[in-house]
């Protein structure tokens, strides 16, 4: 008789592929399973404390809390924030993001003298709150403070299973809700800034875009303001409005138009120092052509230079460009000393400064706006 092995021992050759295939099946599939089918997963985080507060009473809080918290059609695991004050919808969200959880359950509890406040919360995994059961607890001891902390989990456990139970409501589930994307509309005053989603450009506000959803790093810049940087949520299926008013930034202004009069300066000096020459060979003569029959009876050269017309044009510009590097250097200057004294000059924008050549029959010359 032939001997088949058991799934801890070595198989007989001819039956191995029959033994490891009912090693396969015995295998339990809760063991493949990342949660029990049908429950919701709920993440306690662990009691957010402040004030002195023993390690003993802290995990004691959380064992009770979960105790109360505990049903069928609940699967409670333990959410791990990444810092010390998670109270923000960021760490929320990435607490209930590693726990897999949809929802996230927050104790706290804050101390003075023998005085507590006792706070027990609900957010979704996005980070919103959605229940709070507060409470005060006077001339408490710690077994006091843990009752009421257990009372308010009580009380939390009703919308949370109601939440459970039907997660929309009064009302149906919209068709949008089980779409993957999400979409923002993003308005600033003024109008014409830069937007970058994730660190890439997506254009121009007003602006209205698609976006995955989840959390999603902001960028809105334009020019003599305050940059806006933040993380905004993006709900699954859902609409977000992002408005903003974009605040002016004298120091950024001012650092313009310093950059402008270094500009119009050197390029005032340049022309210039091309136009002036050009002045003074007006009329000299050309010398490599001034012998023989070049030579007139009176004995001058017949070749001179004619360079009047483009040395005064360059002359013009360059005078015009260094006087508006000048005026521009004073006025940022003047910009800087009112800054340092916490004062503010005229708002500038984009088109503060306009600069427009000007030529005609008898003069040349630049005109600058301010």
């Known amino acids: ?15 191995a592929a029959l033994v490891a295939a009912f090693c396969m099946a015995a295998t339990p599939l809760s063991a493949l399973a990342a949660k029990p089918k049908g429950k919701t997963r709920v993440a306690v985080m662990p009691l957010l404390t402040e004030g002195d507060v023993p390690s003993e009473v802290r995990s004691e809080a959380r064992d009770e809390i979960k105790a109360a918290l505990r049903n069928k059609n609940v699967e409670l695991v333990d959410g791990r924030p990444t810092g010390a004050d998670c109270t923000n ?11 897999d959880a949809e929802w996230v359950v927050q104790p706290a509890l804050s101390t003075i003298d023998r005085d507590y406040g006792i706070a027990v919360r609900l957010f979704d995994a996005a980070g919103n709150l959605k229940a709070d059961e507060a409470s005060t607890c006077e001339i408490c001891s710690y077994p006091d ?7 308010g ?4 456990k009703v919308p949370l299973l109601e939440f459970v139970e039907n997660p929309y409501g009064d ?3 919209a068709t949008s809700e089980t779409e993957d994307t999400s979409r923002f509309a993003i308005r600033t005053e003024p109008e014409g800034a830069q937007v970058k989603i994730d660190g890439e450009r997506v254009g121009k506000t007003p602006l209205e875009l698609e976006v995955e959803p989840g959390l999603r790093d902001l960028e809105i810049t334009l020019r003599n303001h305050n940059d806006v940087v933040e993380t905004v949520r993006a709900p699954r299926g859902g609409s977000e409005l992002l408005s903003y ?3 002016e930034n004298n120091e950024k202004q001012t650092r313009a138009l310093r950059i402008t009069g270094w500009t119009f300066s050197m390029l005032g ?7 002036v020459p050009l002045l003074a060979l007006e009329e000299k003569p050309v010398k490599n052509r001034c012998s023989g029959d070049d030579v007139d009876f009176n004995g001058r050269c017949r070749y001179r230079y004619d360079t009047l017309l483009p040395g005064a044009l360059l002359t013009g510009f360059g005078v015009a460009s260094l006087l508006t590097g000048i005026t521009t250097g004073v006025i940022a200057a003047a910009r800087r000393d009112k800054g340092d004294s916490n004062g503010t000059l005229d708002s500038m ?11 005609g029959p008898t003069s040349a010359g630049v005109r600058v706006r301010f």
């Not at 008789?1 to 039956?15: E, V």
């Not at 924008?349 to 030529?359: G, K, L, M």
Request: with cysteine; glycine share 12%.
């Open 89 to 99: 919808f960021e760490c929320i969200h990435s607490v209930a993001e590693d726990a």
């Open 349 to 359: 924008d984009e088109d503060t400064i306009s600069v427009r050549p000007i030529i």
């Open 153 to 156: 989990a009580k009380q939390l």
């Open 269 to 275: 000096l340049g022309l210039l120092g091309a136009g």
């Open 171 to 173: 009302r149906e589930q």
């Open 1 to 15: 008789m032939q001997r088949i092995g058991t799934c801890g021992g070595t198989p007989g050759l001819r039956s």
């Open 245 to 247: 008013t974009l605040i």
């Open 145 to 151: 403070a843990v009752e009421a902390l257990v009372l």
